[in-house]
């Protein structure tokens, strides 16, 4: 699948499609599972509930929003490739989410365990979508604007978006 054209999502999304790197795509995608799945598991357990500053969200919760969010993607991509055009897909609240999920009694193995699940759903999806319907694109509103976004872009962003967690862990909480 390739890489999605500018025109094909909110200039947004641009900051987690740009962490991806060239290459195939399902490669990429399997990779980015392995790297995320390793360190998650790497993390020392006295920092899985660590905040590094007042209101910002733990390690076991951000893998948690991560999870949620790919989630919500998933349904995004298969309203594109599947070309329902009633469809307006809606902003999701990603503080809303996190308010309301408690990973307290959830072990960062449990939350691992979830994400592999869900990215297991993801990757047979998209290593089954043919290329023709990876550049469809359902009508999206974002932060009051409104795009187009197909489902190869969300198919991109999923990997760039848990890059880009990644690293904010890196730098603010290690």
């Given at each position: 699948m390739q890489k999605p054209k500018a025109e094909e999502?909110?200039?947004?999304?641009?900051?987690?499609?740009?962490?991806?790197?060239?290459?195939e795509y399902m490669d990429i995608l399997r990779a980015n599972t392995r790297i995320a799945a390793e360190f998650f598991k790497s993390l020392p357990e006295?920092?899985?509930?660590?905040?590094y500053a007042a209101g910002k969200w733990s390690p076991?919760?951000?893998?948690?929003h991560l999870i949620d969010t790919e989630k919500v993607m998933n349904y995004?991509?298969?309203?594109?490739a599947r070309r329902d055009e009633k469809i307006v897909l809606p902003n999701m609240d990603e503080n809303l989410y996190a308010e309301n999920a408690w990973v307290g009694n959830r072990s960062m193995e449990n939350l691992i365990n979830e994400?592999?699940?869900v990215?297991?759903?993801?990757e047979i999806f998209f290593e089954n979508l043919k290329e023709?319907?990876?550049a469809y694109t359902a009508a999206s509103e974002f932060n009051g604007v409104q795009s187009r976004i197909s489902a190869r872009a969300i198919g991109y962003l999923i990997p760039g978006h848990v890059t880009h967690h990644i690293k904010t862990i890196e730098e603010r909480y290690l």
């Open positions: 999502y909110n200039p947004y999304f641009d900051r987690y499609i740009k962490l991806v790197p060239e290459g006295e920092k899985h509930d660590h905040r076991k919760e951000i893998l948690l995004r991509a298969l309203v594109a994400f592999l699940a990215r297991r759903v993801t023709e319907d990876s």
